[in-house]
């Protein structure tokens, strides 16, 4: 599972003194966005060839918080891919604490210039990981 | 339903055009404490007493963008309640078009001054909708 | 002085248990767009003409706390007009309360569709307060 | 110049296409905290300690956008230091471009456990720059 890191901010948290639950969303969108990167992709210039992967769906479960100044791992992958969506799986950990802090996925529609579905690239479909498949 | 009423700002839109898909979960929060308040009840107030409604899972769908300066309506209702546990049901939709933009869950446990699951008051259990029941 | 309304949500607070700083900003943004509507105009519409106003500077002076579910006014007007600039001035208060918690100001640039300075719309010039002029 | 890196996600930008003028001061924040752990301090352990260092105020200039996918560099320095104040400045580039989009500085007052002005701790009085001296 590819894991991007983030460090929680004082703005990330809420009165509560945990992290707010909207930003573990925010959070999937860097991890997944640095994995596309780190296979070479990159989804700014996936926009600029006319695709577009708009959220269609987005499902969070909060087992434990993180907290202020927190380094989160938040680990991400293709959890499955059809010709025209993908999906992919979120578990957040802290940086040597194997505690599951946050499990999620998000559905993206593949949109082509139109709005019309469109076909994933083959690179973005050959990111779906062999224990998904 | 109950529903409350936001103005889209430029700070919860996206490059996209449109209203980026973690703010819908700041909607979603604005929608059920002022449906608290509708009920003559605050969530600040139930802090106060000791008792906290963390939220444990979100979902969310997305059907159709919101813009910069929509006027949105948050429908909410208290869709299921156990003896710990309290659900919300979401509903976005425009002022006067019943085009429905998003829809969405929270389920949140009921903890008391120690943390431990305890009952809901009263008031907020009657919370619950004769259609949910 | 405009005054917009806006609820203190959850999201908007810190774990020190007030409004985090930069959501001040945000608060600044919904009353100056209020304050166009309230004078008949829209900033979508002026976007949507070629006109755009984004931020030059932005200042914010935190007097006192604002905090969860506190109802807070927005007061805001045109403090100053320069052929291609405009500057809004803020005052952030509780209703039914006159400590000022929070004052700022943005200065915005009028460009057109170019992307080069371009003149203030007539009725935007006019929202310039007497007080100010 | 203290630098630290962040890289812009959609969720920072808005429909103009660019980064949200308030979240600048999001990564002033993350700036000025990881400015404290290079040099082996902590804000978190610093309010343990009974110490917080309240923004009193904040002020940015916008200068040129930064887009999505940007890798940013906030550039932050202690620029003053008096015995209850501490101003940090701040500087917004791209890695790899010396093209300053961004500058801002932040006012904090330091406040003890009853709320009153209190001393910076040493450490932290000597984080001022030479430059700045």
Not at 2 to 22: L, P
Not at 76 to 83: H, L
Not at 109 to 125: D, T, Y
């Amino acid at each position: 599972m590819f894991e991007a890191r983030v460090r929680v901010i004082y703005g990330d948290t809420d009165q509560m003194g945990v992290v707010y639950y909207a930003n573990y969303l925010r959070y999937f969108e860097l991890a997944r966005s640095e994995l596309f990167r780190a296979h070479g992709g990159s989804y700014r210039e996936m926009e600029a060839s006319g695709l577009m992967l708009p959220v269609v769906e987005a499902t969070c479960r909060y087992l434990a918080p993180a907290r202020y100044e927190d380094e989160l791992l938040i680990g991400t992958e293709v959890s499955e891919v059809s010709r025209v969506t993908l999906t992919f799986g979120y578990r957040v950990t802290r940086v040597g604490d194997p505690t599951i802090l946050c499990t999620g996925t998000t559905v993206h529609a593949c949109l082509g210039k139109n709005g019309r579905p469109a076909r994933l690239p083959e690179w973005v479909a050959r990111l779906s990981t062999p224990a998904a498949r």
